[in-house]
């Protein structure tokens, strides 16, 4: 299984971006899922976490800029972003804890990683 994210692209300071991300293959269960990034020279930062429920976690500083949001049937996980600016550009990565099937536990899943630019 792989996680494959979308959406990410070059926008101007002001604008908004959706990313989106879902397993490659039906799977038989996902708990938690969320989004984080990592801007140049930076480390990794936690973005926003949503259960199997709805309820959700922000970073502090992105509350009210950016909202996660999921589809169960489709197992899809999204991020939308408003108000970018340029000090949000980073590779936005998404994180799920998947049970491929039936027979086996939870794993931690990461997706290859969106860019997100935004120009001043």
């Known amino acids: 299984v792989q996680l494959q994210a979308s959406g990410g692209g070059l926008v101007q300071a002001g604008g908004s971006l959706r990313l989106s991300c879902a397993p490659s293959?039906?799977?038989?269960?996902?708990?938690?899922m969320g989004w984080y990034r990592q801007a140049p020279g930076k480390q990794y930062q936690l973005v926003a976490l949503i259960n199997q429920g709805g309820d959700t976690t922000y970073e502090d500083a992105l509350k009210g800029r950016f909202t996660i949001s999921r589809d169960n049937a489709k197992g899809t996980v999204y991020l939308q972003m408003y108000s970018l600016q340029p000090e949000d550009t980073a590779a936005y990565y998404c994180n799920a804890k998947i049970r491929r099937t039936a027979s086996v536990d939870f794993r931690n899943y990461w997706g290859q990683g969106t860019l997100v630019t935004v120009s001043s």
């Open positions: 293959e039906k799977v038989f269960m996902i708990s938690d």
